[in-house]
């Protein structure tokens, strides 16, 4: 197998994909960046799979975007030719003032026409110090 070559900021722009509503709301985007069989563990602790993962992006609302999302401290580390782990934090910010954190980490594989992400979690934590 060949070893692929890939930078953070390639991978990184795939990820921050999935951050915006225009691309979360599109069935057709959403399929192409998840990987069939993919998984999230939620920050909620919910485990979802991808069609279900897919379904509820696409249902997501417009009052679901009073609130700002920072993604900062990305990470990547190969795990395999082929496979990335992308490691980050978030911050979500509410109109009303509220903050959330969370680490959050992604495995990226490329498929030989495109990378996919097969697994994604979200952990909420305490803001960095």
């Keep these: ?6 930078e953070i900021d390639e991978i990184r722009s ?10 979360r709301r599109s ?11 993919f998984v999230e563990f939620g920050s909620s602790g919910a485990v ?12 997501e609302q417009d009052s679901n975007d009073d609130s700002e999302l920072n993604a900062f401290d990305y990470s ?3 795990i395999s ?12 910010t509410e109109r009303q003032g509220r903050e959330w954190h969370a680490l959050r ?13 097969v697994f994604h979690q979200g ?4 803001p960095p110090v």
């Design 123 to 126: 952990t909420i934590t305490k």
């Design 1 to 6: 197998m060949t070893r692929f070559t890939v």
């Design 48 to 59: 979802y799979e991808r069609d279900e993962v897919i379904d509820l992006l696409a249902q």
């Design 27 to 37: 069935r057709q985007a959403v399929q192409e960046l998840l990987a069939e069989g």
């Design 81 to 92: 030719d082929g496979a990335v782990l992308l490691t980050y934090r978030t911050r979500r």
């Design 76 to 78: 990547l580390t190969f």
């Design 14 to 23: 795939l990820e921050e994909a999935l951050h915006r509503p225009e691309v």
């Design 105 to 117: 980490s992604s495995i990226w594989k490329h498929t030989g026409a495109r990378w996919q992400m």
